[in-house]
């Protein structure tokens, strides 16, 4: 059983930051990989980036260059640190983990409103 508890949405005014937390607990396998997803209203859920346990990153491309996630050093911490935020980034973001053998865990996600 894995638990995700995300934290740090806010309402910000464009060209604002946030920094997103996911804090990972229960039985976790070291080879995994952790991310974050957004979903804003009306819209389907989308990857917003993604890091494995070897600090392998990848990103959206609407994110590249603003948007940096990171773990800590026992990897059971992501954040997502946003810069440079758009009201278009406005959504419910989640915490994911996934693990071999198709397990595959969400937060209950964090509200980030931006705008003025």
């Known amino acids: 059983q894995v638990h995700l508890v995300e934290s740090g949405g806010d309402l910000v005014q464009p060209g604002g930051s946030l920094r997103l937390s996911c804090a990972a607990s229960?039985?976790?396998?070291?080879?995994?990989?952790m991310g974050w997803y957004r979903q804003a209203p009306g819209k389907e859920r989308e990857l917003v980036a993604t890091?494995?346990?070897?600090?392998?990153?990848n990103y959206a491309d609407s994110v590249k260059g603003r948007f940096t996630i990171s773990r800590d050093n026992a990897g059971n911490t992501m954040y997502l640190q946003m810069n440079s935020l758009r009201p278009e980034d406005t959504a419910v973001y989640y915490c994911?983990?996934?693990?071999?053998?198709?397990?595959?865990?969400w937060g209950k996600g964090t509200l980030v409103t931006v705008s003025s």
């Open positions: 890091v494995t346990n070897f600090g392998l990153t």
């Open positions: 229960g039985s976790i396998f070291r080879i995994n990989v």
């Open positions: 994911n983990l996934k693990m071999p053998m198709g397990l595959d865990s």
